[in-house]
């Protein structure tokens, strides 16, 4: 007896013999595209780890060391004068130490400048441009014309007491613009100020005290 199959009853799907080798195709090329973008995201990891320690390694061989700058004399004669230094001549002598293994530092002229109790007192062009080795100690020396101090006021009588006690404080400093030379390559410029704090006798004499300081150097 002939059987009949109602449409609406579901049958049993058919398998295509086609279409689990696309899907098998398809997921081989996507595990390989996953397993190539894998692949150059590692190497690019490693090349970046690799250049990263290298430009490290350099920076810790030719990183710039700043200058080592310490007064050997100073002396500014004529404060016991009634008329400051107006007619004296403050001069010094600083030793300038490059610590560098391979850098060279090249100076733009030197500028001195000398306070007494934040007054300018005294200064200056001090020095001229000039180049200085790695590993080498420069000798700085120049002299400043000081300045009149009214006599009467409040800073002249600060001074004459100063001057009495045998102790004068001031404050010495030093400007330029340096640039850091690494082989055939120099760094950008820099504002470098050396702040000095220098205490002389009655005779304008630096003390002992003040003798061989190492001096504050500020990059502005």
């Known amino acids: 007896m002939p059987m009949f199959h109602s449409p609406c009853l579901p049958t049993q799907s058919r398998s295509n013999p086609h279409h689990r080798p696309r899907l098998t195709a398809s997921r081989i090329r ?3 595209t996953t397993r190539f973008t894998k692949c150059v995201c590692s190497l690019l990891l490693t090349l970046l780890l690799i250049v990263g320690i290298v430009v490290f390694v350099l920076w810790l061989n030719l990183r710039p060391h ?18 400051g230094l107006s007619d004296s001549v403050i001069s010094f002598n600083i030793t300038d130490r490059n610590p560098n293994q391979k850098i060279g530092i090249y100076y733009d002229a030197m500028v001195g400048s000398v306070y007494y109790r934040d007054r300018l007192v005294g200064s200056g062009q001090v020095m001229f441009p000039f180049y200085q080795p790695p590993k080498n100690t420069t000798a700085i020396t120049g002299q400043m014309a000081g300045a009149r ?34 082989k055939t390559w120099d760094t950008h410029r820099h504002h ?3 702040e000095c704090d220098v205490v002389v006798g009655s005779d304008g004499g630096a003390l002992p005290e003040s003798k061989n300081k190492r001096c504050p150097i500020y990059f502005i």
């Open 30 to 32: 996507e595990s390989l």
């Open 66 to 83: 700043r200058p080592h700058l310490h007064i050997a004399e100073f002396a500014a004669p004529g404060l016991a004068d009634p008329a």
């Open 149 to 182: 101090i009214a006599a009467g006021g409040t800073l002249a009588a600060q001074l004459a007491g100063d001057v009495a006690r045998g102790r004068i404080a001031l404050r010495f400093e030093l400007g330029s613009t340096i640039r850091f030379k690494v």
């Open 192 to 194: 470098l100020h050396v």
